[in-house]
């Protein structure tokens, strides 16, 4: 039991959880209101959405050993394109207008990943420094969409997917679990999930067995920018405005942080959707925790740090092999670990 | 050594600077361009004042480069800038520490923060960017720990150091630069001219050599991580001087402009080969697109980053145009 994947994941969650019943004593009281479902779950839902999704993308971007930085900044511009083109329009009301809307963030985000993916997969750049160059120049230009200014607009098609409902619960939830489906179906009712992991635990022998690694990378980074894209779509329309300096400001370290909390290892090789789920909510239900017990919001990084440096930890094989070796009470002295070898499932 | 040796050696040394040369060059003519198309451009003030302005990045960049050398990355350094700003502000202002004693103890929190990073990253084998990931969200974090607000300084040996102007000839410079160029200095002799730099390189070069040529590598790995600790800790004693107050949001992205000027700087990011005045260089050119952009009044500010985002692309092509060609 405790061997599974994602047992210590759901015990954070489950103890998060449990820790705000004591602050809130009807925490999980979930009410009808209007024909829309209420209660502090489903806000955790609600708000955690967009993180679900960026960090969906960032999850199948470190199963290949990379790592995409940029998220925020296409969070930022998918958000900035289409509420501008929205406040543009004649007819901000209407579907089309939306529609086209969400079309042009999602291509202009399909080019930006594209541009990620040759970086990374044709160029041979690092990953961290070729989605580091759109991370620093990408907030440039939303603020260059937006003029630097905060574009409100107000759309009723719009609003439904960041702050609507649909069926009582809110859109932007079945949205997220939408692309969760999609994305658990196609990577493991498939062989993608299989190849993505071979591509990441050796992209040269992948390549050499007949694995098309370079094209696999550059896939996972279209579909990174994608996802993030879509959240900057439910972010935007959640609060009906654009704002291309805070827009999903520093989500791309909390999606790699939802990721790591959720097993997956940082050097690639092996990935876990569902527990990338749970960190998601966890770190979302940590923030949300925060708010109710009345911290200051800002003090939320303080946590985020702790539970990092713990999670890293105990991912780590040489500090579970010191930890077991204290533990069994075996003394080696300084018996040098040929930790890089060993081989811990996570 | 043959002359054939010889010539591919000097070739292969001549070609880890191009990237230095460039820069150079882009320095050069950014400034023509800047001079012909402004008026009042071209004078002195306006080269000084680019490193008045940016004396604290210099400071940081300066400490990026170690560390980017050994292969590694430090995102903790625009944090622990804020977080040394916070509580040089919190102890001078708000119990009235003098000065003398708070920025000695701040200088050696940011070494001790820098050190345990390092600590950790070698200990434990976890990858030296999630590390200092998590040393950024702690000290951000401790910032607003400390205040929300920001915290103004009036202290008098701060306000001195904000106001003081040391002439240079018809010119001037401001204290900070001074300590800036002094910590250039003394970074740029002990990575090129001591035992401690030339293990910076080497384990640059290959980690698993350096072990196996019997290198400190656990010192120098988790010294890198001290010297750049040191350094923003520095930065953000130079920006106390600059801001006169401690600010969590002072700083922000301040680790990117760093990573940039040492790239654009021509220092290889994947460790082992680079050069300290490089980085200078990068600094500079960082500080001229801001003040290109400040001349031109009718440009945004958020120019500035597309431009440095662009620059970013132009030398991380350069720089893997010239690795592939080496190693073939």
Known sequence: ?346 | MSTDTFLSGLTRRGRGQIPMLVTSVLLVVMFAAGSVSYDGFLSGQVLLNLLIDNAFLLVVAVGMTFVILTGGIDLSVGAMVALSTMISAWLVQLHGWPPLLVIPLVLAIGTGAGLAMGWVIHTFEIQPFIVTLAGMFLARGLCYTISIDSISITDPTYTSMAQTRIPLGELFISPSVLIAVLAVVVAFVALHYTRFGRNVYALGGSEQSSVLMGLPVARTKIGVYGVSGFCSALGGVLMTFYMLSGYGLHAVGLELDAIAAVVIGGTLLTGGSGYLLGTVLGVLVLGLIQTVISFQGTLSSWWTRIVIGALLFVFILLQRLLTSRRRS
């Open chain 1, 1 to 346: 039991m405790t061997g599974h994947r994602l047992f210590w994941p759901a015990v954070v969650l489950i103890a998060l959880l449990l820790a705000n019943l004591a602050f809130t004593p009807d925490f999980f009281a979930i009410r009808v209101r209007d024909g829309h479902l209420y209660g502090s779950l489903i806000d955790i839902l609600h708000f955690g959405s967009p993180l679900i999704l960026v960090a969906l993308g960032m999850t199948l971007v470190i199963a290949t050993g990379g790592i995409d930085l940029s998220v925020g900044s296409t969070v930022a511009i998918a958000a900035a394109l289409a509420c501008l083109h929205i406040s543009e329009s004649d007819d901000p009301g209407s579907l089309g207008t939306v529609l086209t809307a969400v079309a042009i963030a999602l291509g202009v985000a399909l080019l930006l990943g594209a541009a990620n993916g040759v970086l990374v997969a044709r160029i041979g750049v690092q990953p961290i420094i070729a989605t580091l160059i759109l991370m620093v120049a990408g907030r440039g230009v939303a603020q260059l969409i937006t003029d630097g200014q905060i574009i409100t607009v107000t759309s009723e098609p719009f609003k439904l997917i960041g702050g609507g409902y649909w069926l009582t619960v809110p859109f932007s939830i079945l949205l997220a679990a939408a692309v969760v489906l999609l994305a658990s179906m196609l990577t493991r009712r498939t062989a993608l999930g299989l190849l993505l992991e071979s591509v990441g635990g050796n992209p040269v022998a992948s390549r050499l067995v007949g694995i098309r690694a370079a094209g696999l990378i550059g896939l996972v980074y279209v579909v990174s920018a994608l996802c993030a894209a879509l959240a900057g779509l439910m972010i935007s329309s959640n609060v009906s405005a654009a704002d291309g300096n805070n827009a999903g400001l520093w989500i791309e370290l909390d999606a790699i942080l939802a990721v790591v909390v959720g097993g997956t290892s940082l050097n690639g090789g092996r990935f876990s959707l569902g527990g990338t789920v749970l960190g998601a909510l966890v770190i979302q239900t940590l923030s949300t925790t925060v708010y109710t017990i009345g911290i200051p919001p800002e003090t939320t990084l303080v946590f985020k740090a702790v539970v990092v440096i713990t999670v890293c930890l105990v991912q780590s094989p040489v500090f579970r092999a010191k930890a077991a070796r204290r533990r069994s009470g075996a003394r080696h002295g300084n018996r040098p670990v040929a930790s890089k070898k060993l081989e811990v499932g996570a």
